[in-house]
């Protein structure tokens, strides 16, 4: 829905504040540079509990694997979604609309320390990033204090602490962890690609923590309903949706056979 969504913002003549860690800080690395050429986003992610695994150690994780985070105490649904890194895969979409760029233009960045929480590069190749501590009320404070900032009584960056000063990044393998390409890839046909993509992944998702599916079910189910779909396009929100609900619909049949 983001076409539809920020065509109202335009519309409206409004500024549409991120809450989320990643966009926040893509947002506050932007401040002070409206206007200035991107040459991309860099879009970390803390890679989850099976950060380094290969696609045959993915077959037997467990849900109770899937559900211990390193770095973020989360939702079930999101902590799933973290797993798969299909909330990558959900961010950069979301980047692609908030912050007006190609999908391309945007690079995953697995770093599981969590200080560094998204960047951008210019075209001078100047990086500007927000750091912090991982704590979700810094980036939610900041939306609602806008363009002010609340004090925060807790504890900031321990520079020299084990995870300050030891900040790593490395690239995610998108052969492993399949929805970060079925993400890219949805989001560059457009349509009712992404809202299938969605829809499907929230569906198996709940199977899976139903124990219904294995977790690489999720992944491999994804591929598998997207490589069938026939895309509508120019949608409205009426037609988001219906989208959204027959690819429920028919994502439970598929997985449930």
Not at 176 to 202: H, L, Q, R
């Given at each position: 829905?983001?076409?539809?969504?920020?065509?109202?913002?335009?519309?409206?003549?409004?500024?549409?504040?991120?809450?989320?860690?990643?966009?926040?800080?893509?947002?506050?690395?932007?401040?002070?540079?409206?206007?200035?050429?991107?040459?991309?986003?860099?879009?970390?992610?803390?890679?989850?509990?099976?950060?380094?695994?290969?696609?045959?150690?993915?077959?037997?994780?467990t849900l109770e694997q899937a559900l211990k985070h390193p770095n973020w105490s989360?939702?079930?649904?999101?902590?799933?979604?973290?797993?798969?890194?299909?909330?990558?895969?959900?961010?950069?979409?979301?980047?692609?609309?908030?912050?007006?760029?190609?999908?391309?233009?945007?690079?995953?960045?697995?770093?599981?320390?969590?200080?560094?929480?998204?960047?951008?590069?210019?075209?001078?190749?100047?990086?500007?990033?927000?750091?912090?501590?991982?704590?979700?009320?810094?980036?939610?404070?900041?939306?609602?204090?806008?363009?002010?900032?609340?004090?925060?009584?807790?504890?900031?960056?321990?520079?020299?602490?084990?995870?300050?000063?030891?900040?790593?990044?490395?690239?995610?393998?998108?052969?492993?962890?399949?929805?970060?390409?079925?993400?890219?890839?949805?989001?560059?046909?457009?349509?009712?690609y992404p809202v299938v993509m969605n829809a499907a992944n929230e569906v198996l998702?709940?199977?899976?923590?139903?124990?219904?599916?294995?977790?690489?079910?999720?992944?491999?189910?994804?591929?598998?309903?997207?490589?069938?779909?026939?895309?509508?396009?120019?949608?409205?929100?009426?037609?988001?949706?219906?989208?959204?609900?027959?690819?429920?619909?028919?994502?439970?049949?598929?997985?449930?056979?």
């Amino acid at each position: 829905g983001g076409e539809v969504v920020m065509a109202a913002v335009k519309e409206k003549g409004i500024k549409m504040l991120p809450v989320d860690r990643e966009h926040s800080a893509i947002f506050q690395s932007l401040e002070g540079n409206e206007g200035r050429k991107i040459n991309k986003i860099l879009l970390t992610a803390s890679g989850g509990p099976f950060r380094g695994y290969t696609l045959e150690q993915l077959e037997n994780v467990t849900l109770e694997q899937a559900l211990k985070h390193p770095n973020w105490s989360m939702g079930q649904k999101i902590t799933i979604d973290s797993a798969s890194m299909m909330n990558k895969g959900l961010e950069v979409i979301e980047a692609k609309w908030l912050f007006d760029v190609d999908v391309r233009k945007i690079e995953i960045l697995v770093h599981p320390q969590s200080i560094l929480h998204s960047a951008v590069e210019f075209e001078d190749k100047s990086v500007i990033g927000q750091m912090g501590v991982p704590d979700m009320r810094i980036p939610i404070a900041f939306a609602m204090s806008y363009p002010n900032r609340l004090p925060n009584p807790r504890e900031g960056i321990d520079w020299f602490g084990s995870k300050a000063a030891n900040l790593t990044f490395h690239k995610p393998d998108p052969e492993v962890f399949k929805c970060i390409k079925i993400a890219y890839d949805s989001s560059e046909a457009g349509g009712t690609y992404p809202v299938v993509m969605n829809a499907a992944n929230e569906v198996l998702v709940d199977l899976f923590l139903q124990r219904k599916i294995r977790f690489i079910d999720i992944q491999n189910n994804l591929e598998r309903i997207l490589d069938e779909h026939k895309p509508s396009y120019n949608l409205d929100l009426e037609g988001i949706l219906e989208a959204d609900k027959q690819a429920r619909i028919d994502t439970y049949n598929l997985a449930c056979k």
